[in-house]
């Protein structure tokens, strides 16, 4: 019995001390590569206040409470962990995913994660030029899922392409059998001059077979960073499987920078913003079997500005927008959170 313990006990330290070899040969012991294994923090808090232009309600709300953890474990595998803790009073695991980098240019991703597709709906909330996202960021390409992704870098070119195959059930229920998938894919080129082209398809299910209509959607974006201005136009069309017309979304917007040297500010900007849609439905079915118009056709048009204190990766911003909404029809069943209102909110990043 104390021979068989020695030779386990033997045999495992053999192993461990090969496997600590391998690492030493693949990743030098040096303090800059150690420092890639140290997890990094970051969080995103965006608290609002929201006055309706049409009955005079208000709310306070933390829109988000985020919180994400990610690194290195081994040379070439990271991980990233992200929760919001309040997105709107709810508890949401956002992601949580390993990723392999096999060979330079090429990362796999398996677990939860954005589905990829739209350039607005890929950004996060510290990220966001206005309080509230787009339609198109909103309600057209912000999903995410469990599934497996892949995205290339080419040699020698700034082209970036990236898909997946997800469920197409909730992502909050990773245990329901899937008879229908979800698919996305999008490539973009950064050019020198400050401007990126964007292709993007995305087709799913709602809720698997039997619950909704598949829809295509195709999606096409061009984003201009020329010095302290930002402008981006977005157009998607999308097409439901069931007897509904074909939707068509837009999303224009130009941003302004101004550096400024006070105590609690260096940074001014001011945006503006034109949306819109015609009738689109989300694809879920009813007991016949058939698709309605989930959100009427709307234009709106945003005007905002923002102040913040920016020092390295963390800063603070405090934004104000107001949204005017046009309807074709009848406004009057429209909920005031889609209607013409004032929004107010802080949004701290670090």
Request: with cysteine; aromatic share 12%.
């Amino acid at each position: 019995m104390i021979i068989r313990r020695f030779i386990a006990a033997a045999a495992i330290v053999l192993a461990g001390g090969t496997a600590l070899g391998n690492t030493v040969s693949a990743e030098p012991a040096d303090s800059t590569s150690l420092w890639k294994y140290v997890p990094t923090i970051h969080g995103t808090i965006r608290a609002m206040y929201e006055l309706s232009a049409v009955n005079g309600e208000s709310r306070f709300l933390v829109r988000n409470a985020r919180l994400s953890a990610g690194g290195f474990v081994l040379p070439k595998v990271d991980y990233l962990l992200q929760v919001d803790f309040c997105d709107r009073g709810k508890i949401e695991l956002l992601d949580a995913y390993v990723r392999i980098a096999p060979v330079a240019g090429l990362k796999i991703m398996a677990g939860q994660m954005r589905v990829p597709f739209s350039a607005d709906a890929a950004r996060s909330p510290h990220a966001y030029y206005f309080l509230n996202r787009s339609f198109i960021g909103k309600h057209a390409g912000n999903l995410r899922s469990v599934g497996l992704k892949a995205g290339y870098t080419f040699r020698g070119l700034p082209v970036y392409v990236e898909g997946g195959v997800f469920n197409a059930s909730s992502r909050t229920d990773h245990t329901v059998w899937n008879s229908a998938l979800t698919y996305g894919i999008k490539a973009n080129l950064p050019m020198r001059c400050g401007l990126t082209p964007q292709l993007a398809f995305m087709s799913q299910q709602p809720g698997g077979r039997g619950k909704g209509r598949r829809i295509n959607a195709a999606d096409f974006s061009l984003t201009l960073n020329a010095g302290n201005w930002i402008f981006e136009a977005e157009y998607l069309l999308a097409n439901c499987t069931g007897p509904y017309p074909t939707t068509h979304k837009y999303n224009f917007f130009a941003s302004h920078r101004w550096d400024v040297r006070l105590d609690w500010l260096n940074r001014l900007s001011a945006q503006v913003r034109f949306d819109g849609h015609t009738n689109a439905t989300n694809g879920y079915t009813d007991s016949q079997g058939l698709v309605s118009t989930t959100w009427p056709e709307r234009k709106r048009l945003t005007l905002g500005g923002s102040a913040s204190y920016c020092r390295g990766r963390v800063f603070l911003d405090f934004k104000l927008n107001y949204e005017f909404y046009f309807y074709e029809g009848d406004e009057s069943a429209v909920s005031p959170a889609e209607n013409d209102k004032l929004s107010a909110g802080f949004i701290l990043h670090f």
